[in-house]
């Protein structure tokens, strides 16, 4: 049986990770717009559980991205595939992850997608070589967190 999942990470400010981490992998950030309308209209949620971010209201101190693939709850925007959510955490990052993405560029590509991925604001930290196996880049996201672009 397949499960559905979802990777949480910690974040400083989730809606702007979620951003960089859509654009990164060619996700989705959820829109959970309607479902915010219906929790503050049936008295659920109140004004400050809510914020705004690009223009659209969100919860606050978290978003989600979400496989353009996938298929997702058009009623409350939720994805039911391959899901990324970001909670804020009031602490921040003080060591190495234990769980970290691999992000596959196109064969030969990757100064490319290094590129690209800077562009959108992750930070090279070392070039790996593993000889015959390859070599890839350990980069962080804006907020530090470690990821390897292979």
């Not at 914020?51 to 496989?67: D, L, Q």
């Not at 009623?75 to 909670?87: A, K, M, N, T």
């Not at 190495?96 to 064969?107: F, S």
Request: net charge negative; glycine share 12%.
């Amino acid at each position: 049986m397949t499960l559905s999942w979802k990777l949480v990470v910690d974040s400083a400010d989730a809606p702007v990770i979620a951003d960089f981490w859509a654009a990164a992998l060619g996700y989705e950030v959820e829109d959970p717009g309607a479902l915010i309308e219906q929790l503050l209209a049936a008295g659920h949620i109140g004004a400050e559980a809510v914020t705004e971010h690009g223009g659209r209201r969100v919860f606050r101190g978290y978003a989600a991205i979400r496989h353009p693939e996938d298929p997702f709850d058009p009623v409350s925007g939720v994805g039911r595939g391959r899901r990324l959510l970001f909670q804020d955490v009031p602490e921040p990052k003080t060591g190495k992850n234990r769980l970290h993405l691999d992000v596959h560029g196109e064969p030969g590509g990757l100064d490319a997608l290094v590129a690209r991925l800077e562009s959108l604001g992750a930070t090279r930290v070392k070039e790996v070589d593993k000889g015959p196996a390859g070599h890839w880049w350990v980069m962080r996201d804006p907020e530090g967190n470690e990821f390897c672009a292979v």
